[in-house]
């Protein structure tokens, strides 16, 4: 059984360059969730989607940003016109369900974005 | 505002004794607890969880306190193995809301 999957593993972009980051949940998953981490920081979340719903993006700066997860294929979360300020490693997580008591999330690789 | 907080950034440990990595939280709705490991270049890796509803946790050698009136957990390695130097990373979340809410992460260095 596969785990989470995340592609590109390292991503450089320029200033005003599209970032798009890949996820593919593990095997009879159908939530998944973006995380950011900061050097020195731990991880914060950026947004919740099922399977073609935006569950909660709250934790998405309002512009620049944004996240889809089709019917069919992975996860994409998208950035454009990045910043330096973009630069982070951005990990995708993926559960079965969500409870009273939440399902454990599991974690891909992470992508780490290199803002030049 | 930072709810939860881990505040050794490292922890120092010879192999084959206890390590401890402790956790603070502000937030009394926050009802269930998670501890990740991670290693360079690699995702964070489930490791043990708690529910508000118990105190003690094992699995292993890992075994998690929860002292609630301290808003306080703790995270128990014994015996300490070289493969377990990594990050430790305390998660919390609150009743159905989803989002994990994560501590800066202690590094753990066991020594031979």
């Known amino acids: 059984n596969a785990g989470v999957m995340q592609n590109p593993r390292h991503l450089v972009r320029r200033r005003g360059q599209e970032a798009r980051l890949r996820c593919s949940p593990m095997?009879?998953?159908?939530?998944v969730y973006w995380y950011r981490q900061l050097p020195e920081e731990g991880l914060k979340f950026m947004v919740y989607?099922?399977?073609?719903?935006?569950?909660?993006e709250s934790g998405m700066p309002k512009e620049r940003f944004s996240a889809e997860f089709p019917k069919e294929g992975p996860s994409i979360l998208r950035i454009q016109q990045v910043v330096r300020g973009d630069s982070a490693a951005y990990f995708c997580?993926?559960?079965?369900?969500?409870?009273?008591?939440?399902?454990?999330?599991?974690f891909g690789p992470g992508t780490r974005l290199l803002v030049l | 505002d930072q709810q939860v907080k881990q505040n050794s950034p490292s922890l120092s440990v010879q192999e084959g004794r206890i390590s401890i990595l402790n956790c603070d939280y502000t937030?009394?709705?926050?009802?269930?607890f998670l501890w990740y490991k991670k290693y360079p270049a690699e995702g964070p890796t489930f490791l043990i969880s708690?529910?508000?509803i118990k105190d003690k946790n094992e699995d292993g050698r890992f075994t998690v306190f929860l002292n609630k009136s301290a808003k306080h957990l703790s995270l128990h390695i014994v015996p300490s193995q070289p493969g377990d130097s990594a990050v430790y990373f305390c998660?919390?979340?609150?009743?159905?809301?989803?989002?994990?809410?994560w501590g800066a992460g202690t590094k753990l260095i066991i020594k031979p």
């Open positions: 998660a919390a979340s609150a009743g159905s809301n989803y989002q994990l809410i």
């Open positions: 708690i529910s508000s």
């Open positions: 095997k009879g998953h159908s939530h």
């Open positions: 937030n009394s709705m926050f009802d269930y």
């Open positions: 997580a993926s559960s079965p369900f969500v409870e009273r008591y939440q399902e454990t999330q599991y």
């Open positions: 989607l099922q399977k073609e719903n935006i569950i909660d």
